[in-house]
């Protein structure tokens, strides 16, 4: 066994020091927090890994099975046997499936550090067995109490002495061997059996309620004849007045030796819930991805001169974010998440002004210019990385207040694990098969039990936050077009990274489990399996990231549809649009013609007020006619000639220009017509000439006012021109995406791994070579330099020049961190000594002044 020596260590800082580099590199890789700075030695690297922020962290990413391992560790005896252990977890049955995936759990709490040594003595991580110890105030999974001797250390010795002799065994002269015989009754399968063959049903009725926990009842000053009966013989044993405790020995024997009710050796299988060919997937899904498009480009468009004002506190507000749903016709969940997708792209930004306003970004111009596909890739990538959530807008934080979309406090750093997890085990089922939502929660909830929420907010939402980033990991990837009818799409599994599907099952087998390790080599086991599949849900690199977004475009593009230059006109004064439009067409039409209902077809409809637009923004009517009867398909109707015509000949006869504000008219008699309507008395109109009238009232209001009186103003300038009312774009300035919030230290590379394990293996070579002591000076603590003069450092350097030894010195670089570091001098010159360094395995040369000081090493 790896963890095997000649001599057994004795500490977990010696069991570190007897792995080889790849169990460290292994160590280092599930746990990076420990390499945050790079540890001194092996011992500070031992001291690190037993901290309780990290032991939480360590905690929190071990599967259900690997965490059971631990918890059954934390109620054994210290220290404990693998057959001990064994007993615990398989009970005295032996399930031959948790006998068979405890070596994998055991292997992979010794690989993260959280349990050491030998098979005949294991022992849990001492911050580890604190945080999983049975507790009244922390209680554990396993349901269990507190062993004998702790339910016992606080009572009287008489006491003791008398449940020993009730339960039949021989009086002690000690408190002490007295709790070891009860325990030793009680861990003994044949004499317990014995003692509760005396039970009545009643007492034995007590004990079956309390045995898989919670441990703990209340009795009153009189407790019945069932109760007194298990208490006189140590069955029950008092913790505080009025509480008593069902000791950890007798569960375990009532349990048959489980420490768990139902070990969990095995992930849950992640079963297809329906098969679609992988053609529909792909349209489907390529159908979402244009959709996604549009909705982004509707959203910026309506943002197009300024959108909504940014909260003082930040973010939008529930008005605004209401008034978007109802331009993107979407509901507000999603209106926020097609928000935050726009911010997460660097598309959308606040603009920083004073009256500060969210508005499009320079990047939002340049992204419409790109092809759909890598438009596309760029929110999907954007979304795949994200910690934003919007999922969370309309929640609390920590002070009551609103989570707003766009606001602070919306990062949960597990969201891009979670996706990544979440579409690692869609890419694991064969091509075209959608899962059963409920198999992908049970599975990441079997993978991180401990992950709960977050931040205490999440504690009082529905369900903790992995589950609920995974339901939401399921419902976005299908509205962003990875997923299509609940299964990964091709472009969306080259986006993932991921390896092709697996071959499709046959037809009786559709509704087998399956899951990412099914497609592992059979001599693997299942355990060991769920291990290797975590691990792939890790996030690609950037460069790995930016090859597999390119690759998902390249697969999306032939499936997206072209767009199309022409239209459908008909009677009824409307357009059908068969497919998505180019952008000149689009954008002219779009000021043309209202938006009447979208889908495969969009449907545009012709009315006054969006002729009127569209002259308003310098088109003429023959402009119109041209523009219509070069992009129709059919023939221009008749009534949309009459209505293009009818508005364009009242357009501008009316002219409102600032006064306040006139409205002036060749036609006194129109001007009649407008004071005598009542409509008109908000306007506060006045007649100055028999063609001028004036009102108190702005221009804009003054225009608002009359369109809406069925009338056709045009605005003009001072000088008596029309004014050509055109959108003028608002653009932030230069604005970078928001970074992710990672969760926890980055996972290092193969570079700094080599280089993190060969500075602690050489800083601990330093600290542990052994040393003549100097004479006349008091002995070094552990981890303190040597200090000599400079006298003394020059000459026992220019010593071991000649005499070739090797010598222990204590050094502090410019920068001014301190060293240890194992030297054989070569050359002393100049003030400097040139020498081989043991522990960087290379000759170096180090100024004398920078030597703190200097100590033989000893003969050994």
Request: glycine content about 8%.
């Amino acid at each position: 066994m790896s963890t095997e020596d000649h001599q057994a260590p004795r500490s977990l800082a010696e069991a570190l020091r007897a792995r080889d580099d790849a169990s460290l590199a292994a160590l280092l890789r599930a746990r990076p927090d420990l390499i945050t700075p790079v540890p001194t030695d092996l011992t500070q690297l031992a001291t690190r890994a037993g901290t309780r922020a990290s032991v939480v962290r360590a905690l929190e990413r071990l599967d259900r099975f690997a965490l059971q391992t631990a918890e059954a560790l934390a109620v054994a005896g210290e220290p404990a046997t693998y057959d001990e252990l064994l007993g615990l977890m398989a009970g005295d049955a032996r399930e031959p499936a948790v006998v068979e995936a405890l070596p994998g759990a055991l292997a992979a709490l010794r690989e993260q550090a959280l349990v050491w040594g030998a098979d005949d003595r294991l022992r849990l991580v001492r911050t580890a067995r604190e945080l999983l110890t049975p507790s009244p105030q922390h209680p554990s999974p396993t349901g269990l109490g507190p062993s004998v001797r702790e339910a016992t250390a606080g009572m009287s010795p008489g006491r003791i002495q008398e449940i020993v002799a009730t339960a039949g065994l021989p009086s002690t002269h000690d408190s002490v061997s007295a709790v070891g015989a009860l325990t030793s009754l009680f861990t003994h399968r044949k004499k317990m059996a014995a003692l509760l063959a005396g039970a009545s049903a009643d007492s034995l009725d007590v004990l079956d309620r309390l045995v898989w926990g919670p441990p703990y009842g209340q009795v009153t000053a009189d407790p019945a004849a069932r109760l007194r009966w298990l208490l006189d013989r140590g069955l029950l044993l008092p913790t505080t007045p009025g509480t008593v405790a069902l000791p950890r020995e007798v569960a375990l024997h009532l349990r048959g030796g489980l420490a768990h009710r139902t070990p969990e050796p095995l992930p849950p299988g992640v079963e297809p819930l329906a098969v679609h060919r992988p053609q529909v997937v792909d349209a489907t899904a390529a159908g979402q991805a244009y959709t996604a498009l549009t909705t982004v480009e509707e959203l910026l468009k309506d943002w197009h001169e300024g959108g909504p004002a940014v909260l003082r506190a930040g973010g939008l507000s529930v008005r605004d974010l209401k008034r978007t749903a109802v331009a993107l016709d979407v509901s507000e969940p999603l209106a926020a998440f097609w928000v935050e997708l726009a911010y997460a792209s660097g598309l959308l930004s606040s603009d920083g002004e004073a009256d500060e306003r969210y508005a499009a970004t320079p990047e939002y111009d340049e992204w419409l210019e790109r092809p759909p596909a890598e438009r596309w890739a760029q929110l999907a990538r954007a979304w795949l990385a994200a910690t934003r959530t919007s999922g969370v807008v309309g929640g609390r934080d920590l002070k009551e207040r609103a989570l707003s979309a766009l606001g602070p406090g919306l990062d949960r750093s597990a969201a891009p694990e979670v996706r990544h997890r979440v579409l690692t085990l869609l890419a694991a089922l064969p091509e075209g098969a959608a899962p059963d939502a409920e198999a992908v929660l049970a599975r990441l909830r079997w993978e991180r039990p401990l992950r709960g929420p977050q931040n205490p907010q999440d504690a009082q939402a529905d369900g903790d936050l992995r589950t609920r980033l995974a339901r939401w990991t399921l419902t976005e990837a299908e509205l962003l077009g990875v997923t299509g009818r609940g299964a990964l799409s091709a472009h969306g599994r080259a986006l993932l990274g991921a390896p092709p599907a697996p071959a499709a099952p046959a037809p009786a087998a559709a509704a087998a489990p399956v899951g990412p390790g099914d497609k592992l080599p059979t001599h693997h086991h299942p355990h060991h399996r769920s291990h290797v599949t975590t691990a792939v849900a890790a996030p690609l690199s950037a460069p790995e990231q930016a090859v597999a977004t390119a690759a998902a475009a390249r697969l999306l593009t032939p499936l997206l549809p072209e767009p199309l230059d022409h239209v459908l006109l008909q009677a009824d004064l409307t357009a059908v649009a068969p497919g998505p439009l180019r952008r000149p067409l689009a954008d002219v039409l779009s000021v043309l013609a209202d938006v009447e209902s979208k889908g495969g077809a969009t449907v545009y409809r012709f009315t006054p007020g969006s002729v009127r637009r569209a002259l308003d923004a310098g088109r003429s009517a023959s402009d119109l006619h041209a523009f219509l009867a070069e992009h129709s398909r059919t023939p221009v109707p008749q009534p949309l000639t009459y209505l293009i015509d009818d508005v364009s000949r009242r357009h501008g006869h009316l002219r409102v220009g600032a006064a306040s504000a006139y409205v002036r008219c060749d036609d006194d008699a129109l001007l009649n017509e407008i004071l005598a309507d009542k409509r008109a008395v908000a306007l506060r109109l006045r007649r100055l000439a028999p063609t001028v009238l004036a009102a108190q009232a702005d221009p804009a209001t003054l225009l608002e006012g009359l369109r809406s009186m069925g009338f056709a103003p045009a605005a003009e300038s001072a000088e008596g021109d029309v004014l050509i009312t055109r959108a003028h774009a608002h653009r932030t300035p230069l604005r970078t995406a928001p970074e992710p919030v990672p969760d926890g230290p980055p996972m290092p590379d193969g570079t700094l791994l080599t280089a993190a394990i060969r500075a602690i293996r050489a800083g601990d070579l330093a600290a542990t070579t052994p040393r003549k002591p100097a004479e006349d000076a008091a002995p070094l603590a552990a981890g303190e330099l040597p200090r000599t003069s400079s006298a003394e450092t020059l000459a026992t350097m220019q010593a071991a020049v000649l005499t070739g030894e090797a010598l222990w010195i204590g050094y502090v670089n410019a920068e001014g961190t301190a060293s240890q570091r194992v030297i054989a001098p070569v050359r002393v010159e100049g003030g400097f000594v040139t020498a081989y360094d043991h522990t960087a395995d290379e000759v170096r040369t180090y100024p004398l002044h920078r030597i703190t000081g200097v100590a033989e090493l000893a003969d050994d």
